[in-house]
């Protein structure tokens, strides 16, 4: 037996450490938190200091008895769990649940999975933080009381099934109020004008006017005063210039980035990190850190040199700006500064180059360029034409690396170099356009844009913020967007031989694509909790809870007297907002029904947003209708509202059976007899007609036919979520790229049933025909027990090749649902 057990909280970093370690050390995973706040009641005494309820979860307890009987076997405990507030308050769980010897237990940290790092912190262990453990108590309790005492209050009042949380429902906030802001912003128009000037030698480039005029009248008049006009430099200006390179990733920056240029969304990103840092090959992801140390420094500058040469490369010590920076104190970097491109799979080698590159760049040179100003003015008016030119003249970290902006943060630039020029040179004019442009309403966040904002207001810390996003999004507050935009005139006024000619061209405005888009009952539900907990939703307040637990972890702040404080105010509030406040529906009155005179208006409904002709108090029932998916309560105008009564439409009649269009859950669709086919993206159950609903049911019919046949069983063929894939004997089969989809030959589609087969018969562990009972193997090395369509989960530490079928039934008996018996009259 093992004379050390050392504990962490993943098997992957189990795994990793396991090999620095010699055969005195064994390495075991606690699968994260092993104790925790009970899920089906609040498990927080708040008339006893607030202390929580912590429960192991009865997946958890056969694991708990494992690392228990260890641990009395083992000499020295070693709890190696993250080294922020989560891991500390992991390895304290440990500690307590296990009911470790605190004379042969310890606590050690480290920043990155490498064993000179394992071995530092072996040789200097600690014990475990209390301070630490403390915060993370404060945050997981107070999250907990604002979660379970609101969101029952929006059951009552909104819609059962809505939740609302201390951070989540602050970030439904700062994009609904976005939305709001864009919905208001009314575009104005402006003439820009620019021209294209020519040297005596040729050489073209472009020159801006430093004024805009407000309409196509005075736009025109300038042009007109430009006609057979002289054109001369009047000054020239170059200046000396550098640019210095960002520092080094935090877990925000990180997440911001690789949304710019890998287009992970900010859940993906932490993902991917965590396997890079369990394997060994990057520093901790969550940190508020850009501090680089003094190893990490050396090895860069010995990389700089040796690939770029000593000229590229500076020292540089970063300072960061975040007031309550937690306990990992360095940035995000490689734990070998040689490694550019390991072998690994896609997204991690991506995501590992975009940390090498950072963290390279941070300690090189600035790059230094030559920036050039030219005026350029005429006889037959005031007004002054500028061009700006750069030339780069030593690059140095823009051989690496150049920061990635937000769309709001891109102005118009001036790129490149501007032609040799003397002040009083003459140039030619080959034209001079004033075009049409619009103010531009604020961008909509993206993922990478709410955690910068996120940031920016001291909301949430390194590791909320990939939890709060998808939280929002799994809620149904926020979507990603799906609109491309819209189009829209402008004008162009040319002056070109000394003639003006006016061109109509078009632009795209509005994409969705990809950004936050509050929904409607996102919206619904930010304004009931504005209205009636504007402190919890208020941004100074939130901030304010965050800096209370970085004291509370720094040791100097009380975290049962924060509670304290908090739920003074808090509590009576939700009790007040419970007994009096009315339910919220986000209903708009859009005006009368012609035919019937009653009330037409929008509002959230049981089954979603609808429109509502008549009110619940008159006699007649009123009449309803769903809202279409790309519509919202907010924006729905009166004729659209009335459109939707038209739905279902009948198309007309098709090889004996009535076609109709209709909308449902997962879009616009025809129906043809009993089968329901999706129309396209851009296509409408409102204008589809006859023609192309047949041409639809056409091509449904031609895929759904059989292809071949295998065994005496139809074989067909089509594409799904995942893919293009066949089916047969009803089993779904992935066509890889190894074949040709669109040429399957018998060879081919006998190979991927016998492959499929064996797979089915590789996955299955124990099976009783008679009882309709198997166990199957399952992902992430687990275990399912299944029965028709009731599956129940086995945990990682149960032999499934030992389930009796006792053991079975029992386990299925509990997660079957139970009939409900019939009220008596």
């Not at 009731?790 to 990682?796: A, F, N, Q, T």
């Amino acid at each position: 037996m093992a004379k050390n057990l050392v504990i962490v909280e993943s098997p992957a970093k189990a795994k990793t450490i396991e090999k620095f370690l010699g055969k005195d050390f064994k390495v075991e995973s606690s699968f994260g938190h092993i104790a925790d706040l009970p899920s089906k009641e609040l498990g927080v005494d708040v008339d006893n200091g607030f202390k929580p309820k912590y429960i192991v979860d009865k997946e958890k307890k056969a694991l708990v008895k494992k690392l228990k009987d260890l641990a009395k076997k083992a000499e020295t405990i070693w709890l190696a769990s993250d080294e922020d507030r989560e891991g500390e308050a992991i390895s304290w769980h440990l500690s307590e649940e296990l009911k470790l010897d605190k004379a042969k237990t310890k606590r050690i940290v480290f920043n990155s999975i490498t064993k000179s790092a394992i071995q530092r912190a072996i040789e200097n262990p600690r014990e475990i933080n209390y301070n630490l453990v403390n915060a993370q108590q404060a945050r997981r309790v107070l999250d907990r009381l604002v979660g379970y005492e609101l969101s029952p209050i929006l059951w009552k009042k909104i819609k059962p099934g809505l939740s609302a949380g201390r951070v989540q429902s602050v970030a439904v906030r700062l994009i609904v109020e976005r939305e709001r802001n864009i919905e208001a912003f009314k575009p104005e128009a402006s003439f820009r004008v620019s021209a294209q000037f020519r040297t005596a030698k040729g050489e073209v480039f472009t020159a801006k006017l430093g004024k805009t005029f407000p309409n196509r009248e005075d736009a025109e008049k300038f042009l007109e005063q430009n006609i057979a006009a002289n054109f001369a430099v009047s000054d020239l200006d170059k200046k000396p210039a550098k640019k210095s390179p960002a520092a080094p990733f935090t877990t925000s920056t990180l997440q911001q980035e690789a949304s710019r240029k890998l287009y992970f969304s900010v859940a993906r990103t932490m993902q991917v990190a965590q396997r890079l840092y369990e394997a060994g090959l990057i520093t901790y992801m969550r940190t508020d850190s850009v501090n680089l140390s003094k190893e990490a420094i050396g090895a860069a500058k010995e990389a700089i040199a040796e690939n770029y040469g000593e000229a590229y490369s500076t020292v540089r010590n970063y300072t960061g700006k975040s007031k309550g920076a937690q306990e990992a104190h360095e940035a995000i970097r490689p734990t070998d500064m040689i490694k550019q491109s390991p072998s690994l799979e896609r997204d991690q080698s991506k995501l590992y180059e975009l940390i090498w590159k950072r963290t390279i760049a941070s300690q090189m040179s600035d790059a230094r360029l030559e920036r050039t100003n030219v005026k350029i003015k005429t006889t037959s008016h005031s007004e002054v034409f500028t061009a700006d030119g750069e030339v780069i003249k030593f690059d140095g970290f823009l051989k690496v690396y150049m920061e990635g902006r937000d769309e709001e943060d891109i102005v118009e630039e001036q790129d490149g170099m501007l032609p040799a020029l003397k002040v009083g040179n003459g140039l030619q004019n080959d034209y001079i356009t004033a075009t049409e442009r619009f103010t531009r309403p604020p961008y909509r966040y993206t993922e990478a844009s709410l955690v910068k904002k996120l940031e920016e207001l001291g909301i949430g810390r390194p590791s909320t913020y990939a939890p709060t996003i998808s939280t929002i999004q799994n809620r149904g507050y926020v979507e990603k967007g799906m609109v491309e935009g819209t189009e829209r005139k402008y004008r162009q006024l040319l002056l070109e031989s000394n003639n003006i000619s006016v061109k109509q061209l078009s632009e795209t405005i509005g994409s969705d694509k990809g950004k936050l888009v509050p929904t409607d009952i996102g919206m619904i539900v930010n304004d009931f909790l504005v209205s009636h907990f504007a402190n919890i939703l208020d941004y100074n307040f939130t901030a304010r809870v965050e800096e209370n637990f970085d004291e509370i972890a720094s040791g100097d702040e009380d975290w049962q007297q924060v509670m304290r404080t908090f739920y003074r105010d808090f509590h009576p509030t939700v009790l007040d907002v419970e007994e009096n406040a009315g339910r919220a529906s986000g209903e708009r009155v859009l005006g009368s029904d012609p035919k019937t005179g009653r009330q037409v208006a929008v509002r959230l409904g049981r089954f979603g947003p609808m429109v509502q002709i008549g009110t619940v108090e008159e006699e007649e029932k009123p009449l309803f209708a769903s809202l279409l998916p790309d519509q919202s309560l907010n924006t729905i105008t009166y004729e659209e509202a009335m459109e939707l009564f038209k739905l279902p439409r009948k198309l007309g009649v098709y090889e004996g059976e009535e076609i109709e269009a209709n909308v449902g859950r997962f879009g616009p669709y025809v129906r043809f007899g009993k089968k329901f086919i999706s129309l396209g993206k851009t296509e409408s159950a409102m204008t589809v007609d006859l023609e192309r609903a047949i041409e639809l049911i056409k091509e449904k019919q031609k895929a759904d036919a059989p292809i071949t046949s295998y065994e005496g069983k139809d074989v067909t063929k089509g594409t799904g979520r995942f893919g293009p894939f066949i089916k047969w004997d009803g089993m779904f089969i992935n066509v890889n790229k190894k074949y040709d989809f669109d040429a399957l030959s018998q060879t081919d589609i006998e190979e991927l049933i016998e492959a499929k087969k064996q797979k089915e018969r590789d996955k299955l562990v124990q099976q009783w025909p008679e009882e309709g009972i198997r166990i199957e193997k399952a992902r992430w090395g687990r275990h399912t027990i299944i029965k028709g369509k009731i599956k129940v989960e086995l945990s990682k530490d149960v032999d499934a090749t030992q389930v009796s079928l006792e053991e079975a039934q029992a386990l299925l008996e509990k997660k079957t649902p139970k009939k409900k018996s019939k009220a008596k009259k």
